[in-house]
């Protein structure tokens, strides 16, 4: 969609009418007669119509305490009736704040996403113009909220992508093509490069499939000489079968999802570059396909790391871990990172632990720990932080090995999986590891079947401006 800023409304184009919960002052200039059945509620609306026929849209905003996920409600309205929509429409935002203004155009831009791309007949998709009306300079608001939306619109794109067209050299030519519009540096890595370096981990998770393993380094550098303020790492498993330790056939169409960590790492980067931010900031995605074959790393073998640390491999569908351990030792050494996040669609411990509700946050950095769950309670993408307690180290001892990938045990497999990758980043004092598998991709009301939520761009693009 375009966006452009108006100072007047036309009385006669459709409209959109934020309204807060019981608050219908602004409905009333329009129309002489208010349905009492509609009261203001998140995420509800109403269609009114106006004089010349116009639609009036009455939208449902909420409370106070819903103003974190005003863009849901933009983003459901959006989705139900957009087929409905002419060529523009007006969004009545004075008494909206910037914050919550540019959350509403974000909601409206990922209403605009289309999740059928490989359907043979494609959906007319007409453009539209949402003309915004303010009582203030909002072009800056308007512009930044429309390339956060279409950002994370990307990012859920290659999420719901199938795996027979998502390989890891798919991922690497999407960072590629992003980084030549943008104007930031991505290297690929791919088989020959990491045997020369020593990715042992991702190759040997790699190893049972066709499609050979990448890792995508990307880098935003907008003060030349200077450290790396942010080091960012997603797991970028484009496929899990489980391995040897294979996955029951139920629900395994939907591990196309395990790269959630990826895309959020390019979707920051690429977004960041738009932005223009004052940081310095590097990427990196540990690419591969779980797949099953005679060629397959199994239980029982002790393979070797970027760290040169050895580790017994127990669980083979404990793989993401593994090639995180390779990607958190690798920008560790080379950049030295000031602070460093991975992310990852790493445990089902997490979805028992924590539902559907939040991410799983670990760190020793409460400074860290803070200010991540204070911008992801402010853009409702929430963290809750559970303990890195060095009781649980004993459960990744191995006998043969520097450590084992699973501990065997049915608990605590969120804290044991971020311990794992806690032995990799040489006693960084300011990590954190965001386990995202409950939250990256569900059930929602935009699709039949389970698909992305887009979660972690926002979370993590507000981290980084707090950083500047």
């Not at 895309?263 to 940081?279: D, F, P, Y």
């Amino acid at each position: 969609m375009k966006y452009i800023s108006i100072e007047q409304l036309d009385p006669d184009k459709d409209i959109i009418l934020p309204c807060r919960k019981n608050q219908l002052d602004m409905l009333k200039e329009f129309l002489a007669n208010v349905s009492p059945d509609f009261e203001g509620e998140h995420a509800t609306f109403q269609t009114f119509y106006g004089k010349g026929g116009n639609r009036i849209y009455a939208l449902g905003i909420g409370e106070e305490k819903d103003a974190v996920k005003i863009d849901k409600a933009f983003q459901k309205l959006c989705f139900d009736t957009k087929k409905f929509w002419k060529a523009d429409i007006q969004l009545h935002a004075a008494a909206m704040n910037d914050e919550e203004l540019q959350k509403a155009i974000i909601g409206l831009e990922m209403g605009t996403y289309q999740i059928g791309s490989f359907k043979t007949e494609q959906k007319a998709d007409t453009e539209t113009e949402v003309q915004v009306i303010g009582n203030r300079d909002i072009t800056r608001v308007i512009s930044e909220g429309a390339i956060i939306g279409t950002t994370i619109n990307r990012i859920k794109s290659l999420i719901d992508a199938p795996a027979n067209h998502k390989t890891p050299e798919y991922l690497g030519q999407w960072a590629k093509e992003s980084a030549g519009r943008n104007k930031y540096k991505c290297t690929l890595l791919g088989k020959s490069e990491l045997k020369e370096q020593g990715f042992d981990a991702v190759l040997a998770v790699g190893r049972g499939s066709e499609n050979p393993p990448v890792v995508i380094v990307t880098e935003y550098i907008a003060k030349p000489g200077e450290g790396i303020d942010i080091g960012l790492v997603g797991k970028g498993i484009t496929f899990d079968t489980g391995g040897l330790s294979i996955k029951p056939s139920q629900n395994l169409h939907y591990m196309k999802s395990d790269m959630g960590g990826a895309a959020v790492v390019l979707g920051v980067v690429e977004l960041v570059a738009r932005m223009n931010l004052n940081i310095n900031i590097v990427g990196v995605v540990a690419s591969a396909e779980n797949a099953v074959d005679s060629k397959s790393y199994r239980p029982g073998d002790v393979i070797n790391s970027y760290s040169k640390k050895s580790i017994e491999i127990i669980d083979t569908d404990a793989e993401g871990r593994l090639v995180l351990a390779d990607g958190l030792s690798y920008i560790i050494k080379q950049f030295q990172p000031f602070q460093v996040i991975d992310l990852a669609t790493l445990t089902g411990s997490v979805v028992r632990t924590l539902a559907y509700s939040a991410a799983g946050m670990f760190t020793n950095d409460n400074e860290m720990a803070a200010k991540m769950s204070e911008i992801g309670n402010r853009v409702n993408e929430r963290v809750w932080q559970l303990p890195l307690f060095e009781e649980f180290e004993t459960d990744l001892q191995s006998d043969i090995a520097d450590l084992r990938n699973f501990s065997g045990k049915p608990i605590a497999g969120a804290i044991t999986a971020a311990k794992f990758l806690q032995a990799f980043t040489n006693d960084h004092k300011h990590w954190m590891h965001l386990d995202i598998a409950g939250v990256a991709f569900g059930d929602s009301h935009y699709a039949k079947m389970k698909s992305s939520t887009g979660f972690g761009v926002q979370l993590i693009f507000e981290y980084i401006k707090t950083s500047i």
